[in-house]
């Protein structure tokens, strides 16, 4: 594959990281389409979603370092534990071990059963419709500042999910903070927060991998680099994007497309136009 793929592949991880779609099964599935139909790997995945988490890094700038500032603080006593600010940097350190945990229980099956596209199907359909019901039903009531220790671990582990392509990290997430009863910005606001150590520790884990391990990777260093700085800039723009649009409408557009997708990739590998 060549520089305007990977380029194609960088604005696919930037158009859908952020939104309800998964963005691994986008990337999957578009990799098979480009040129020589071949998947871009599991690597290429985790390394994009830097460009990606840098946007989140850039959007949420002020209350990432407040978080952080005031974490540390507390650490050495200078401010109680009890500080929304402190609970909230010890609910993402909780929320990320279980697919730090899972991630790494399961990396050789990320890295190739779970990346079937008849998976990536099913995923999207099923936890598309989860996603619509959480929506309907969801008292949408409570805000961040009421999250709990269950509740971040709740989360934790919906996106935990988000390892099997095509369930979306934010699509998971969101899904169980709606499910939860917080209202959509509370519920996407927290789930793009608790994203950035995973994806951070998973991308720079596949630079440091793929720098001592070479492997047939689709893509060389600088395609990737190229469709990551892509994927940043397109990420950061659909983030305002959707932080607006989930103020005001509902995730329904994104349930129907989901649905659709999926039954039409289904229909693509039953007819043998993709192959799984």
Known sequence: MNFLEAIVLGLVQGLTEFLPISSSAHLRIVGELLGTGEDPGAAFTAITQLGTETAVLIYFWHDITRIIGRWCRALVGRLPQSDPDVRMGW?????????AVLGLLFQDQIETTLRSLWIVAFTLIGFGILLGLADALGSK???????????ALIYGLAQSLALIPGVSRSGGTITAGLALGYDRRAAARYAF??????????????VYKSANEPTAEVFGPAETIVATIVAGVVGFVVIAFFMSYISKRSYLPFVIYRVLLGVALIILLSTGVLLP
């Not at 609910?91 to 697919?99: A, C, R």
């Not at 927060?193 to 596949?206: D, M, Y």
Request: proline content about 6%; cysteine-free; charged content about 10%.
């Open 91 to 99: 609910f993402i350190i909780v929320g990320s071990l279980p697919i």
């Open 141 to 151: 009531r409570r805000q961040l500042k009421e999250l709990t220790w269950g509740h």
């Open 193 to 206: 927060l608790l994203a950035i150590p995973a994806v951070f520790a998973s991308g720079l884990f596949q």
